[in-house]
């Protein structure tokens, strides 16, 4: 962005600003993504290698990526303070940010398409579709961050600004394409696991199982919603305000760690209903959708209605989440995978 030295002392809070709100919040994501996963790992022998091997590296990233937003702030606010010219160029921690962020965006999106891919049976034509986006995202970053790297950014020297109004910044298609990618893939996935849950309501008879859908209908808004609408915003302040000002930065900052979150909203959310999310049904058997077999419900059947005990007979409740329709199964299926 080409600043004047003068209009960069008359309007900090449009440069300077966005770092210290972003670092603020950062340090709140960071502090969510301990507590998450200090959740996560008290449980973390029921899940799968793979799983954890996810969880791992998707943390390791987000710290690596807070690492390096403190060393950022450390020198604009310490280390060259007061001085204008520094404060406002980026170094290569500030370059990384497009890499960092499809680093922990990337492996929660391709556990989310994997996760559609197994509602739809298996069906490639929504794999290769989901995942030429992820791979057009993942593809765009990592140039975006080469591109980024090979740019100065500085003050332009007073006699320029003397001379003429400012160069407008450039929109850099590369880099609308890796976010375009990122909200659109967020979009979708989001959509057909909304849509599949309310599909399988129609087919459900028993409220408790409607009860357990309720929850994971909720479960999904929760983990899908924050980082979808943080990719949407990133995309559209970035092409109002990348001539204007940094405050589109901040939606980058901090679009990474919230897929982070999402994941650990999922598996953690997941486990929940797994110690039994309604009084007198037990799900302690909800599969994984991505690795294994449906939901299986138990409820006792050693009521008393009437004084009549139903231990042999078949009650529609039970029959109804003992044998539910296809639809109604694959969705319970995702008590796991949510």
């Known amino acids: ?4 030295l003068a209009g960069l002392e008359a309007h900090p809070a449009r440069y300077l600003g966005p770092m210290l709100v972003s670092l603020t919040l950062e340090a709140l994501q960071t502090g969510i993504v301990i507590n998450q996963s200090l959740t996560f790992w008290e449980r973390a022998e029921r899940e799968l290698a793979v799983v954890r091997a996810l969880v791992s590296f998707v943390t390791i990233v987000a ?6 937003r403190f060393y950022a702030a450390w020198r604009v606010f310490v280390y060259d303070f007061g001085n204008w010219i520094e404060s406002v160029l ?4 500030d370059k990384m940010q497009s890499t960092t962020t499809v680093l922990m965006a990337a492996p929660v999106q391709a556990f989310l398409i994997w996760r559609c891919w197994t509602l739809f049976n298996r069906n490639y034509i929504v794999l290769i579709s ?4 992820l791979v057009a ?3 765009s970053s990592i140039v975006v961050t080469v591109q980024t790297f090979q740019i100065h950014f500085g003050v332009v020297p007073q006699a320029e600004v003397d001379a003429g109004p400012l160069p407008k910044v450039p929109i850099s298609p590369t880099f609308v394409l890796s976010l375009s990618c990122s909200a659109v893939l967020d979009i979708l996935v989001t959509g057909i696991l909304l849509a599949f849950l309310a599909r399988s309501k129609q087919s459900v008879t028993s409220s408790r199982f409607r009860r357990i859908l309720r929850r994971l209908t909720v479960l999904i808004w929760e983990a899908a919603l924050p980082p979808c609408v943080c990719a949407v915003l990133t995309v559209l302040t ?9 405050w589109d930065l901040t939606f980058q900052a901090i679009l990474g760690k919230l897929y982070v979150i999402s994941l650990f909203v999922t598996l953690n959310g997941r486990a ?3 110690n039994g999310p309604v009084p007198g049904l037990s799900t302690n058997r909800i599969s994984n959708l991505l690795w294994s077999s449906p939901i299986r419900v138990d409820i006792p059947t050693d009521i008393e209605r009437g004084g009549v005990s139903t231990r042999n007979t078949q009650a529609d409740d039970a029959s109804a989440v003992d044998s539910p329709t296809n639809p109604s199964r694959a ?5 796991k995978a949510s």
């Open 1 to 4: 962005m080409p600043l004047s």
């Open 63 to 68: 710290f690596f990526q807070s690492t390096l």
């Open 90 to 93: 980026f170094i290569w921690a």
């Open 130 to 133: 989901l995942g030429t986006l």
């Open 137 to 139: 995202q993942l593809v």
């Open 238 to 246: 970035y092409l109002t305000l990348v001539d204007k000002n940094y």
């Open 272 to 274: 929940n209903l797994q």
């Open 331 to 335: 969705a319970a299926s995702t008590g």
